[in-house]
């Protein structure tokens, strides 16, 4: 397992859309404990391989200590509720801000393991929010993107801010 060097706001590979897994294999594995151990070390709750410059959908979540953290390829939203919440959101490649951004209270996702197996899922109030949150980064919508024009850009001054010191 290795650290990688996460990307950060505002480097233009985050507003990417991720490519496809299509080989399941030891290389995909390896990205996973990668993914992990450099979000543990962030530290986050989540995190996409291209958060780390790699252009591939996957998705690295850490949310309770019973379940552990799950991997997510090609992950994608089949189903959102009508209801909405609103959350606080942040980044790992924005780290020391972030806002409360509106999203769907549950949604219901397809996705495949790391070893290509498909799999669904119905998740609400956190999970859902870090499902939605995950899945615009990997089509290229960073979570600021749901924020107010006036909010957003308060919000990156912060960020200049406290990146100088």
Not at 26 to 37: K, S, V
Not at 70 to 93: C, D, F, K, L
Request: charged letters at 25%.
């Amino acid at each position: 397992m290795t650290i990688r060097p996460i990307v950060r706001y505002p480097d233009p590979r985050l507003a990417l859309p991720a490519q496809p897994v299509t080989v399941f294999d030891d290389a995909l594995r390896d990205l996973a404990r990668d993914l992990l151990e450099t979000m543990h070390n962030a530290p986050g709750i989540g995190i996409t391989a291209p958060h780390i410059g790699i252009s591939l959908r996957v998705v690295l979540l850490d949310l309770d200590p019973i379940d552990g953290a799950r991997t997510y390829v090609n992950p994608e939203i089949i189903w959102a509720s009508p209801e909405m919440i609103v959350h606080q959101e942040g980044s790992v490649s924005m780290p020391g801000v972030n806002d409360e951004v509106r999203r769907h209270a549950r949604v219901r996702i397809s996705y495949h393991d790391v070893d290509g197996n498909s799999h669904t899922e119905e998740s609400d109030g956190l999970r859902a929010v870090c499902h939605q949150h995950e899945i615009d980064q990997l089509n290229g919508l960073f979570w600021i993107q749901r924020l107010s024009r006036l909010k957003r850009e308060r919000l990156i001054k912060r960020f200049e801010k406290l990146s100088r010191g």
